[in-house]
């Protein structure tokens, strides 16, 4: 490499971010083509940068691998940005790098050296450019063939395709195996969910094909470098109104349900039940929705269509649960906040152990004739006398009720309902034997 061009990169190097800076500004502002593109300046700056850097190392000689080149034309892909932008980025880059070059040489006399220094920056602009567009053009093959599969999953999920057979090829799902519909929503958990823990399978014995749980953005073909085997589990996912819907094929439903245990971890996840026609495919998703939705607000977890009924009643119906929630506890909406969720906290420790003050009160830290004094209480207010079951029902389908979906501050709450016993000179019997 020539002394002139040398000299004159390590100067540049010295000037990485100004001119790094000034290229992205060139590519994001002064330049009509770009100024209607998607991408922000928080990732083209930090491509620009690594690509400056890139062609700066090649024009001294050294060793480039071209990464910032080839993630420049993925992350371009992606963006959907137009491949004739893509190519004048490069060749703003390029400008710049050079005027900047020929200022710091422009006391340089030998032309023939000057013409090499130019040639030399150009040919290292076109080894990065040439490099982005192919890589851009990959990409885009690829992500539109996964848009393509994408949409067909979208398609089998509403009930919008009606080739399953071809759908199924396509997607590269298994026949005759187990299918699963489940639904992940966005949002921040607050506290373990008890709903459901999927238990973990043991590992394969020797001599058996490990169980593959085939996933990633969005759907695919199934993984080629898979191990042959027995059928093994496999899941295609998209994003559909922010949520995120996964179906699962799998030997067994419980390894169709194993293979959810992961989303479930740190999310808000319904699970429909196990199907085996592709058909089936629509209501099973109802199911994984109704199932998220029985899970009480604030809780994570894997929540199975049919392990809790009474809560994917209450789930399906979010407005006549709210007005039982209402009516039933009207009693209690005058009470202070911290009082009514000890009260609601005493009657379901006391459902949760099956109408045994003793035990109800060891969970809750507190003296049993205290339960019984807060059970009174809430007969006192509600009118239900749990030691009723008919009563006894209503208290527990409310409490879910309002854990499932909270009544919103300053709601107008409707009239109660009849009281299922006189709140007049009641005597409040023991309702535990125990």
């Given at each position: 490499m020539s002394d002139i061009v040398a000299t004159g990169r390590h100067d540049l190097r010295d000037a990485l971010d100004l001119l790094s800076e000034q290229i992205a500004d060139g590519i994001l502002h002064a330049e009509p083509v770009y100024r209607e593109t998607r991408l922000p300046a928080a990732v083209v700056q930090p491509l620009v940068r690594a690509n400056v850097a890139e062609i700066l190392a090649a024009l001294a000689g050294e060793t480039s691998s071209l990464a910032p080149a080839r993630e420049t034309g993925r992350v371009t892909a992606a963006e959907g940005l137009p491949l004739d932008l893509l190519q004048h980025a490069y060749r703003?880059?390029?400008?710049?790098?050079?005027?900047?070059?020929?200022?710091?040489?422009?006391?340089?006399?030998?032309?023939?050296?000057?013409?090499?220094?130019?040639?030399?920056?150009?040919?290292?602009?076109?080894?990065?450019?040439?490099?982005?567009v192919r890589t851009h053009l990959e990409a885009a093959a690829g992500l539109g063939e996964n848009m393509a599969?994408?949409?067909?999953?979208?398609?089998?999920?509403?009930?919008?395709?009606?080739?399953?057979?071809?759908?199924?090829?396509?997607?590269?799902?298994?026949?005759?195996?187990?299918?699963?519909?489940?639904?992940?929503?966005?949002?921040?958990?607050?506290?373990?969910?008890?709903?459901?823990?999927?238990?973990?399978?043991?590992?394969?014995?020797?001599?058996?094909?490990?169980?593959?749980?085939?996933?990633?953005?969005?759907?695919?073909?199934?993984?080629?470098?898979?191990?042959?085997?027995?059928?093994?589990?496999?899941?295609?996912w998209l994003t559909h109104n922010g949520d995120r819907l996964t179906l699962v094929t799998a030997p067994t439903s419980e390894d169709a349900h194993d293979a959810l245990a992961d989303l479930a971890t740190h999310a808000r996840t319904g699970a429909s039940r196990p199907f085996t026609n592709l058909a089936d495919a629509p209501a099973a998703l109802a199911q994984a929705r109704t199932a998220v939705r029985s899970l009480p607000l604030g809780r994570v977890g894997l929540s199975r269509y049919g392990d809790h009924p009474l809560d994917a009643l209450l789930a399906a119906d979010?407005?006549?649960?709210?007005?039982?929630?209402?009516?039933?506890?009207?009693?209690?909406?005058?009470?202070?906040?911290?009082?009514?969720?000890?009260?609601l906290g005493t009657l379901e420790a006391w459902f949760e152990h099956g109408g045994?003050?003793?035990?109800?009160?060891?969970?809750?830290?507190?003296?049993?004739?205290?339960?019984?004094?807060?059970?009174?209480?809430?007969?006192?207010?509600?009118?239900?006398?749990?030691?009723?079951?008919?009563?006894?029902?209503e208290l527990y389908a409310a409490v879910r009720a309002r854990r499932l979906r909270p009544a919103p501050v300053g709601a107008v709450r409707p009239t109660a309902l009849p009281a299922a016993h006189p709140t007049t000179n009641q005597t409040h019997r023991d309702p535990s034997p125990g």
């Open positions: 703003l880059a390029g400008l710049r790098i050079w005027e900047e070059l020929a200022r710091r040489l422009r006391n340089q006399t030998d032309t023939t050296a000057l013409l090499r220094a130019s040639s030399r920056v150009w040919s290292a602009i076109d080894r990065s450019s040439n490099v982005a599969r994408t949409e067909l999953l979208r398609g089998v999920l509403t009930g919008a395709v009606h080739d399953l057979e071809t759908a199924r090829r396509a997607l590269g799902l298994p026949a005759d195996v187990m299918l699963v519909v489940a639904i992940t929503v966005p949002g921040t958990p607050l506290i373990p969910s008890p709903i459901l823990t999927a238990i973990p399978r043991p590992a394969p014995t020797q001599g058996t094909a490990p169980v593959r749980r085939d996933g990633g953005a969005g759907v695919g073909p199934p993984d080629a470098d898979a191990a042959p085997g027995p059928v093994q589990v496999t899941t295609r979010d407005e006549r649960a709210a007005e039982l929630a209402t009516a039933v506890l009207s009693g209690l909406k005058d009470r202070d906040p911290r009082d009514e969720e000890l009260l045994s003050g003793t035990r109800a009160a060891a969970a809750l830290h507190c003296h049993r004739n205290t339960v019984l004094n807060r059970l009174a209480r809430v007969a006192d207010l509600t009118g239900r006398d749990i030691t009723d079951p008919r009563a006894a029902a």
